[in-house]
């Protein structure tokens, strides 16, 4: 797959079949979108692109740098090229791109730029300045500009009935399962291990402290999560906790992951992390003795769980 860091950068000798959007999370949805126009570039010899936009527009529209996002921009890239997809265009999205008229998107962009030969969007899909064109106003470029539109219709979207917003609001509520069945894969997250205050290794549950630098990646609910990561050519089960471990007064933020059956030095170590299922919320316990003791029962449901594990049908990572 090319990657092209603008709509400028993008060149080709041949036809293009493209969508467009945020496709934050690239979840069953989005890959029932990039499926057909893989299949519709292959099918009359042309390419297929995909036109995304960083930041999210909500985050130049309105000013909301709070929205937590699914995929970081190398995520997105990762999952997408998995998906047989031949180009990837990401736009820097600006005020003044956000202003160009809708016939000036279709005619200096689709037409012009990126030689369109189709086009396949949702049925209620918006576009132009202040997104005032619809889909009826792209099939009427369509035939002025002479290039195909395929309607996503309704039923089919409903038929898949998924939405970046409801992955993030299952992930902020802890529903790990329900969030990696609406993505089509498992949710994962990429860090830094950096130096802790070594607690864990003092109750004999040693922990590689994560560093996220995305401020922006979705991280899920304070709890206990089980989880594996690929580690020196091999994948490692392991429990994670997220919060401010509530035991430890004053204990700041943090990502720690506990693996299982491997010892180390991961310091400095990129890893990426992927979160299976979720054991419970965060607590705080009366003593240490009483918080050693959850640490063993989350090990046996964490070993417990990997005994009838199995990996999703579609694995990204």
Same mark, same amino acid.
């Given at each position: ?7 400028s950068?993008?060149?080709s000798?041949?036809?293009?079949v493209?969508t467009? %959007?945020?496709f #934050?999370?690239?979840?069953? %949805?989005? @890959?029932?979108i ?5 299949d519709? $570039?292959?099918?009359?010899e $042309?390419e ?7 930041p999210?527009p ?9 929205? @937590? ?9 990762? !999952?997408?090229?998995a998906? =047989? ?8 999205f600006?005020? &003044?791109?956000?202003?160009l008229? $809708?016939?000036?998107?279709?005619? &200096?962009v ?14 209620d899909?918006?576009?132009g300045? =202040? ?7 792209? &099939?009427?470029?369509?035939? @002025? ?8 219709? *309704? ?17 902020d509520?802890?529903?790990?399962s329900?969030a =990696? ?19 864990g290794?003092?109750? %004999? ?12 990646k979705?991280?899920? +609910? ?5 989880v594996k990561?690929?580690? #020196? ?10 919060g401010?471990?509530p ?8 990502i720690?992951?506990?693996?299982? #059956?491997?010892?180390? /030095?991961l310091?400095? +170590? @990129? ?5 299976? /299922?979720?054991?419970r919320?965060?607590?705080k316990? &009366?003593? !240490?003795? *009483?918080?050693?003791e ?6 046996r449901?964490?070993?417990?769980f ?5 990996e ?6």
């Amino acid at each position: 797959m090319k990657t092209f860091s603008s709509i400028s950068d993008f060149v080709s000798d041949k036809k293009v079949v493209v969508t467009l %959007g945020t496709f #934050d999370g690239v979840h069953i %949805g989005h @890959q029932m979108i990039i499926k057909k126009i893989v299949d519709a $570039a292959q099918r009359t010899e $042309a390419e297929s692109l995909v036109l995304t936009f960083f930041p999210h527009p909500r985050m130049v529209l309105k000013q909301d740098n709070s929205i @937590q996002l699914l995929n970081t921009l190398e995520e997105k890239r990762e !999952l997408l090229e998995a998906l =047989n997809l031949d180009n990837l265009v990401v736009q820097k999205f600006d005020y &003044e791109f956000s202003q160009l008229t $809708a016939e000036e998107f279709v005619k &200096e962009v689709l037409v012009e730029k990126f030689n369109i030969s189709k086009i396949i969007i949702g049925y209620d899909h918006r576009f132009g300045k =202040n997104r005032t064109a619809d889909f009826k106003d792209l &099939e009427r470029f369509g035939k @002025q500009y002479g290039f195909e539109v395929e309607e996503i219709s *309704a039923q089919e979207i409903d038929h898949v009935s998924i939405s970046s917003t409801k992955i993030r609001t299952a992930l902020d509520e802890g529903a790990i399962s329900l969030a =990696n069945e609406y993505l089509g894969y498992e949710y994962y997250f990429s860090g830094v291990v950096v130096h802790g205050k070594k607690l864990g290794r003092q109750l %004999g549950f040693p922990t590689a402290n994560i560093s996220v630098s995305e401020t922006y990646k979705l991280i899920p +609910k304070y709890g206990v999560y089980i989880v594996k990561s690929y580690i #020196d050519g091999e994948w490692v089960k392991g429990m994670m906790s997220v919060g401010v471990n509530p035991t430890f007064e004053g204990h700041p933020y943090t990502i720690e992951v506990n693996y299982l #059956d491997w010892d180390g /030095d991961l310091y400095d +170590k @990129q890893l990426k992390i992927v979160i299976l /299922d979720r054991i419970r919320d965060e607590a705080k316990f &009366e003593s !240490l003795d *009483a918080l050693v003791e959850q640490l063993k029962d989350d090990e046996r449901c964490t070993r417990n769980f990997f005994t009838t594990y199995e990996e999703q049908s579609i694995t990204i990572y």
